[in-house]
C-alpha cells in the first residue's frame, strides 16, 4: 500500500484551532497595529476560553488606635456579652468609651462623634429563654450617625462567648473600617448657624419709657 502525504495533512488541519487559541489570533493579525493610541485588546477566536481578570484585593484600613464607645446593652444578663464585645474591639487595637448615653437622633450622635473623636457606637440586646441566649449587637458610623452593620449569636452562655469571639470582628469589621475611613474625611459644620430674633428697634420714646 502506498501512503502519501495526506494523513499528516490531516493531522495538521486537525491540530489548527489549538494553535490559533496558543498563539492568540489567527495569522497575520499581528502585522495590523494602529497608527495612534494604544493597541485594541486581542480578540480570542471562537471556540477559545475566555479568560477572567481578578478583581483587585479589597483595601484594609487599619482600625488600632480608633475610639469606639460601647453603649449599654439591653435585656437580661447582659454584661459578660458586652464585655466580651470589648475584649474583641481591643484585641484589634481599638480604643473603647464606656459610660455614654444613648442619644435621640442621627444628627446627635453625629456632634457626639465630633465632640469625643468616636468613629463608631456599639450597643446590642440580649434575650435569655431557658439555657438559650441571643444576642444582637449593633454598629452605628460616628460620620453618619446611622446604624450600618448588625450580627446575631444565640447558643448556651459559653457557646455564645466563644462565637462572638471568633466571629464577631468578622461580621462587623468590613462596616467598623468603613467608620474609620469615614471619620478620617474632612466634614463640614452639620449644625445650622445660631440665630436670635431680636425683635423690631425701640423708637426713643419707647426707650426712654424703659429706662424710667
Not at 111 to 127: I, K, Q, R, W
Not at 143 to 154: E, V
Request: charged share 20%; net charge positive.
Amino acid at each position: 500500500m502506498v501512503r502519501g502525504p495526506w494523513p499528516r495533512f490531516a493531522r495538521l488541519i486537525a491540530a489548527g484551532p489549538l494553535l490559533v487559541c496558543l498563539a492568540g489570533g489567527p495569522a497575520g493579525a499581528s502585522a495590523k497595529r494602529p497608527v495612534h493610541g494604544k493597541a485594541p485588546a486581542k480578540k480570542l477566536p471562537k471556540g477559545c476560553p475566555a479568560v477572567k481578570p481578578e478583581p483587585p484585593p479589597a483595601a484594609v484600613v487599619p482600625v488600632a488606635g480608633a475610639k469606639v464607645a460601647v453603649l449599654a446593652f439591653s435585656g437580661d444578663d447582659a454584661e459578660p456579652v458586652r464585655r466580651q464585645i470589648m475584649h474583641v474591639l481591643r484585641g484589634k487595637g481599638m480604643k473603647t468609651m464606656t459610660g455614654l448615653r444613648p442619644v435621640d437622633s442621627p444628627e446627635q450622635f453625629r456632634e457626639m462623634s465630633a465632640t469625643l473623636n468616636l468613629v463608631a457606637y456599639v450597643d446590642g440586646e440580649v434575650a435569655v429563654d431557658g439555657t438559650t441566649v441571643s444576642a444582637t449587637v449593633f454598629l452605628r458610623n460616628g460620620s453618619s450617625g446611622m446604624r450600618t452593620a448588625s450580627a446575631t449569636f444565640a447558643g448556651d452562655r459559653r457557646s455564645l462567648g466563644t462565637a462572638i469571639a471568633k466571629d464577631l470582628w468578622g461580621r462587623i469589621g468590613p462596616a467598623m473600617g468603613d467608620a474609620v475611613a469615614d471619620a478620617a474625611k474632612p466634614h463640614k459644620n452639620l449644625r445650622a448657624p445660631m440665630r436670635l430674633n431680636a425683635g423690631s428697634p425701640l423708637t426713643n420714646q419707647e426707650a426712654a419709657e424703659a429706662t424710667d
